[in-house]
């Protein structure tokens, strides 16, 4: 399959990767900076461009993967080319892609993506939509190329996936955060949580997370908790926050022993 890559970030530069090694052939490589689409293309054996009008149309599909709020002006540019066209966002509706081209589709990978941190993309769920079931399917065998766990997902599921990925990944990314800065304070160093951090992922990989939620709340040690809202007294933001994560624990709790 020939293949062009619009954008050079993160979830290009692995997408980009797989399908290399899947043995398809990457056309181009198209990025605004000629330095980012050089780099990603250097390792992929393409073509590297800076403008759209430099852009091959003896390619088989196009795939985008920059911000939400660049796809619609770059499938504009590409649908004259009447080639299938797929974006790789978690919250974008394949409408968008649908008003200009009828050949259109989704190809969504569900995780998180560091540029200098290899991941496994077999094991990534790729979650697909396609304009009709003919493109569905030819969506489908693409993605069986480079991934083991290919979902069907409409748009509508795509933007829960998406959210939901943001409570699972992005915010709990962001606590840790919380907890090196609070750790750092203190001179103590963050290493000591990373056993801790590790159990709680390894726990809900067989289990469901209201069942193995733990800590003060649940509980409803609210001599501890007191406690610890006193240690935020100079960081109203992070004492709200607590807050605000403690309230949520004990209603879910609640929620959870009523249905037993």
């Known amino acids: 399959m020939r293949i062009t890559l619009i954008g050079s970030g993160n979830v290009a530069t692995h997408l980009g ?10 056309v181009q490589v198209y990025s605004r900076n000629l330095q980012h689409a050089a780099l990603l293309a250097y390792h992929i054996k393409a073509e590297a461009i800076d403008n759209l009008q430099q852009i091959d149309p003896n390619t088989d599909i196009f795939i985008i993967s ?8 770059i499938v ?4 004259p080319l009447n080639k299938l066209i797929l974006h790789t966002s978690g919250s974008t509706d394949i409408k968008v892609l649908l008003q200009y081209r009828a050949q259109a589709g989704v190809f969504y990978p569900l995780q ?33 190329t480079v991934s083991n766990n290919v979902y069907e997902v409409d748009s509508l599921q795509r933007r829960i996936l998406h959210l939901a990925a943001v409570f699972a990944c992005n915010f709990p990314n962001y606590l840790y955060s919380v907890a090196q800065n609070l ?30 939620q733990t800590g003060p709340a649940v509980r409803n040690d609210e001599l501890t908790m007191n406690k610890h809202l006193e240690m935020l007294q100079d960081q109203p933001l992070l004492q709200q926050l607590y807050q605000l994560l403690s309230q949520g624990i004990i209603k879910m709790d609640k929620g959870s022993n009523a249905d037993k």
Not at 66 to 73: H, Q
Not at 121 to 134: D, Q, S, T, Y
């Open 17 to 26: 990767a797989a399908l290399k090694n899947a043995g398809h052939y990457i």
């Open 66 to 73: 920059v911000k939400d709020d660049a796809i619609e002006s």
């Open 76 to 79: 504009k540019h590409l649908a």
């Open 112 to 144: 998180t993506f560091s540029r200098n941190k290899e991941v496994n993309f077999r094991e990534v769920p790729l979650c697909i939509e396609g304009a009709n079931a003919g493109i569905t399917q030819q969506i489908k065998e693409l993605a069986q």
């Open 183 to 212: 750790l750092a304070q203190h001179n103590l160093d963050f290493d000591m949580l990373k056993p801790l951090i590790t159990e709680t992922a390894d726990k809900v990989q067989q289990q469901l997370p209201t069942d193995v």
